[in-house]
T-cell receptor, first 115, second 113 residues
């Protein structure tokens, strides 16, 4: 079974631009979560999608948005990029069954650098 | 509110020493799940273990062992006879029925040969 894939792996943007990151979950997984990882901050939860619906949302500004498609693939978008958005963005998928008892499987991440 | 605390930011040990990574969690839910993940220098998080709130049995897997104590809200991870390949950042996480994961800030482990 293929793992979680994320594209692109690396991205360089300038302030004010927008960016779209893509995530393909493990086949059969319907839950996709996004995290921002910066040095010293650990993994900050962005949002979670399940069956094309955003179920949970972290404490990030509205510049961060996402969506999920019918095939469970997900995208996240960051508009009006700021220097502080430079981070590793991780996507995770799980076979959610309503209990929370499902480990999340992570992709390799997209390294975003904002200049 | 849910919270996971990993007070140890960085740990360095000499190869073959034992090392324990601490994890303390907070939740009011009676049903919850605890996880440990390893993030090697390559960056991809690797799942290590899951434990539910009703199972306080300790678990051993090779050189890895986990100690879950509800009385102290802790889920500690011990590596016995550490090896250089154990060098990584280790994350403890908590999830509840909402399927939202709460991660600690991670402990960076360096094993010195």
């Amino acid at each position: 079974k293929a793992g979680v894939t994320q594209t692109p792996r690396y991205l360089i943007k300038t302030r004010g631009q927008q960016v779209t990151l893509s995530c393909s979950p493990i086949s059969g997984h319907r839950s996709v979560s996004w995290y921002q990882q910066t040095p010293g901050q650990g993994l900050q939860f962005l949002f979670e999608y399940f069956s094309e619906t955003q179920r949970n949302k972290g404490n990030f500004p509205g510049r961060f948005s996402g969506r999920q498609f019918s095939n469970s693939r997900s995208e996240m978008n960051v508009s009006t990029l700021e220097l502080g958005d430079s981070a590793l963005y991780l996507c995770a998928s799980s076979s959610y069954d309503g209990t929370g008892n499902n480990e999340q499987f992570f992709g390799p991440g997209t390294r975003l650098t904002v200049l | 509110a849910q919270k996971v605390t990993q007070a140890q930011t960085e740990i360095s040990v000499v190869e073959k020493e034992d090392v324990t990574l601490d994890c303390v969690y907070e939740t009011r839910d009676t049903t919850y799940y605890l996880f440990w993940y390893k993030q090697p220098p390559s960056g991809e998080l690797v799942f290590l273990i899951r434990r539910n709130s009703f199972d306080e049995q300790n678990e051993i897997s090779g050189r890895y062992s986990w100690n879950f104590q509800k009385s102290t809200s802790s889920f500690n991870f011990t590596i016995t006879a550490s090896q250089v390949v154990d060098s990584a950042v280790y994350f403890c996480a908590l999830s509840t029925t909402g399927n939202q994961f709460y991660f600690g800030t991670g402990t960076s482990l360096t094993v010195i040969p």
